[in-house]
Nanobody, 121 residues
Framework: QVEVVESGGGLVQAGGSLRLSCAAS????????MDWYRQAPGKQRELVGT???????NYADSAKGRFTLSRDNAKNTVYLQMINLKPEDTAVYYC???????????????WGQGTQVTVSS
């Protein structure tokens, strides 16, 4: 199976920066894409951005210009660099991994426990 661990969250003031990490481990042959989602209290989980194995990225409108995805394929790790944080960015940030197991089966929906980001005004 796949284990996903997010880290790097914390409390920052508006305008500050954080870098989140998401590391995947387990019976992974390859990772096709890694997604960052976030969920604020009382709201639905929303997609923040996606990065593919080739490095192609897509961002939600709320993240464009402020958030940057990068990945280290050798470490099965993706990073979410966030700058100019706003109070509305406050949420639990989750990572989702999509790929192929060593036995050739595809997998998706491998989530971590999330990391809390709190932005104070």
């Amino acid at each position: 199976q796949v284990e996903v661990v997010e880290s790097g969250g914390g409390l920052v003031q508006a305008g500050g920066s954080l870098r989140l990490s998401c590391a995947a481990s387990g019976s992974i042959f390859s990772i096709n894409a890694m997604d960052w989602y976030r969920q604020a209290p009382g709201k639905q989980r929303e997609l923040v951005g996606t990065i593919t194995s080739s490095g192609t990225t897509n961002y939600a409108d709320s993240a464009k210009g402020r958030f940057t995805l990068s990945r280290d394929n050798a470490k099965n790790t993706v990073y979410l660099q966030m700058i100019n944080l706003k109070p509305e960015d406050t949420a639990v940030y989750y990572c989702n991994v999509r790929g192929i197991y060593n036995d050739g089966r595809e997998f998706s929906g491998s989530w971590g426990q999330g990391t809390q980001v709190t932005v104070s005004s």
